[in-house]
């Protein structure tokens, strides 16, 4: 079994990344031989994305990760611009792939949607993706619900490849987790997103009033629509819950709702009281490896693990293809 997955370096780190996915890289390095990569190609397709941003932004991701747990000794911890071989078979990919699907692409129609100036980028996006993930022929790709769809066009694109060119690339499995989808606590019809705004995400590393603000002003009475029995703020914080707190107070709080005595207002402190227990030895680890950790160095020994199959997947794909 071999894991590949990605994620971008702007923005903060925050629950959903981490309950999300990144929890899940951490349990995967154990048992299976894991990239992960910072993608900061794909970052540049952002109209927002700044040299001075991006030029700083892998090195506080690298920690971040760590300080979740990634290590680099196992995991192989890499820059996606370190490797060009994503570029060239995303080029090879692009060739095999419907303009008419990329097209139906939910992020692509969100992002452009009202947008004067729609980068070529933003639309082949999905391919720079399945690249990421095809050059090391991985099998499993550890993910949010928000990735979904991107990997099945992964799947396609490489059924389509194999196809026409003969067996290379086998298709990626999405693995999905418990905290696949974490909604924003400011407005939990939609999901928590770095892109969204500050105040829809709660950063793994802001400062403890910050984090207990957010939870205590948590959107909770949006009314419920038919069929419902919560609404969807109460959902997502019993969620969050559920993630990081013992069984038994989850089910507590389930008690008190089904009787109709839950106090928002407690779940709100429990849900604060066990984030914080859980994000705290992380938060101290990202402070340690601030002063001890050679970023450079780590992503210089991951780029060469990452490129010795990379190079060896490209000369295979470029061969199949006759060039
Ligand atoms: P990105 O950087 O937006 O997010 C990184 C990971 O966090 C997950 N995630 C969430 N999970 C649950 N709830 C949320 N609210 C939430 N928000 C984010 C994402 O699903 C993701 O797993 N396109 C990708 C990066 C990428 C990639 C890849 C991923 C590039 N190439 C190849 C996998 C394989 C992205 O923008 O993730």
Redesign the pocket.
Known sequence: MRI??????T?VL?????????RRWVELQETAECLY?V?DY?ALTSEASSPDELGGAWRGLVLDLMACGIDPDRAILFR?SDVPEHTELCWILSCVTSFGDLARMT?FKEKSRGQQFVNVGLFI??V???A??LLYL?DH???????LQ??EL?RRIARRFNGRYGEVFPE?EPLLGE??????LADPER?????AGPEHVVGLFDPEDEIRAKVRTAVTDTGLTPGQDMSPGVANLFRLLELVAPGEVVEAFKGDHAAGRLMYRDLKASLQEHLLTTLAPLRERRRELAVSVDVEAVLAGGAERARAIARAVIADARQCVGL
């Open positions: 590949f997955s990605g994620i971008q370096p923005g925050h629950i959903g990344n981490y309950l999300g996915a990144v990569c993608v794909h996606q992020q996006y999905p720079l993706q399945a990421d993930i991985a790709v550890p993910v949010g619900e928000d990735q991107h990997l992964a990626p905290g696949a989808r974490i909604m924003s999901k928590m997103s770095k892109s």
